[in-house]
């Protein structure tokens, strides 16, 4: 059985459902917001190993089937149900504690999961996986983390086009630092501040599904094309590119990622990121490219076997 | 210098630094990251980077041992950052103490991965399979919505806890069958410190219950096991 796990209004998840159910997939969704009404239960023993079964109102359903996971992750504490309520309220606990029961379950099941907390998790600092970037082959643009003013100064003026951005999976806007930010550079003493030297090219888009890869080239009148306007042409990567791509997926153990790249004019590939739950529906749009397409085949490949 | 990664309100975060000669440790929390554990890190170049950590200007490679007594950042422990900015900049830290704590060459008690800053991060009902996957008997367990669901009591089992701290394992009175059980994980797992219970039922065999990974550093065999760890290390 296919599990999806995640809400409806999400567009990846509704994609994947719907490309699963055109092919009339053995699925079953169980919808994120249901969650104040959903409970689990999991035993481990030695003879037995361990069971693990979901009740939504009421209704069981046996983790144990479950060969492949599509999990996209939402925040319960944003439904209505829970928006008033003090985070240690019996149901906050509650939803927490599912939530956080059935990821170890998934994570620790022979399923294919996509994707497991641990590789999912490293998105969640995106210097980390800058080094598992450049293990993988790929350029990555000099970069300083500092929270001490003098030492980002230094590194601006010696890197003048230098953009910032988060370090962790909390999504902010890249940004050319300017004039007006350096006025502000003094608050770089109160938090741990990313700069990194602005790489020029043209942007590139790679989704990896199992190896395969989906191919965008970006073209937007910002620096962050996400915040612009866009365009984008399906594209076919070099081949050491695209081996390079699939090598960084599995080094992260995923089965499937969003990969952001750079094109220089001098023709060299830098990588950004590595989203470990990509918001394909986007790129889908914006090309044509059958993304959820292509992550349906897998999964539906992935349960048969 | 040996960094020891902790909460403000452990006490016994100071008292593992102070049993290191003077200025051989240092305390870092999230309350004192911004005054005393100032950083200028290159991506590109690591062992470049210049750290001032409290009165010390040291490179990367002077840091000859990390010590990591806690999971995760919360955002209450930035009480100096306004409360709307608190998870953005307890995610930031995170993030940024995740990467520093891996690219670090020293010994480090846990080593962090991408989802913990001290051991991988596992649920125990990871390490239970884990466990049961090494061969060793596990204690049955159940847990409804997250919460483990005690068994009745029973007078025939004795349960009791076992820690190990590199190749040494803190309890005396261990049995050598759980200590060769935890000393397989260990190495499987890189990970020098779990502590871990276990029950018996008297008749020599031993089930595990539980297992944790971060540092308990409340308990002063743990702390001095691990500064003679520390000790050996560097």
Redesign the interface.
Known sequence: MILLWGTIDDSPMAATRDALARYGADFFFLDHRAIARS????????QM??RCVVRVANEPIDMSGVKVAYVRGSDFRDYDEFRELPAHSPQVM?A???E??L???L??SDAVVINR???S??N?????Q??LIRQAGFL?P???????AA??TR?LSENPDSIYK?????RSIVRKVGDSHRSFIEDV?????FFQKLIPGTNYRAHVINGEILAVRIESDQLDYRYGKSSMTVAELPLEVAEKCRRLTAMLGLYFSGIDLMRTPQGDWYCFEVNTSPAFTYFESLSGQRISIALADFMIDADSR | MILVLSNVANESANELVEMFPPEAASLVTASN??AS????????NFEAS?L?IGAARISPAEISGVISTIAHFFPQEFY??ERADRE??C??????F??FL??LRCKKLNPP???ALSG???????W???A?SFGI??W????????PVEPAAREDVQSFRATIVGDSVVEEDAPERVRAYLRALSRAYSMPYLCADFISRGDGEY?LRGLWSVPDITIPANREAIVAFMKRAT
């Open positions: 409970e689990i239960d999991y035993a481990f023993s030695s190993g361990g509650q927490g504690w599912f956080a029961q990821r170890a379950w994570d620790a907390s641990g590789p998790a490293t969640y600092s995106k210097p980390y800058m080094t990555v000099e970069a300083l983390i500092s929270n001490d030492a980002a590194f988060s370090l962790s999976a909390v003493n109160w938090c741990p501040t | 990251i911004h554990f100032k950083i200028a890190v290159s991506v590109a210049e001032a100096y950052i953005y900049v995610a930031e830290v995170s993030a940024f995740v990467y891996s690219e991965s991408s989802r991988l991060g596992m649920h125990g009902m990871e239970m399979k884990a049961h008997p596990v049955p367990a159940e847990l409804k919505n997250g919460v089930f």
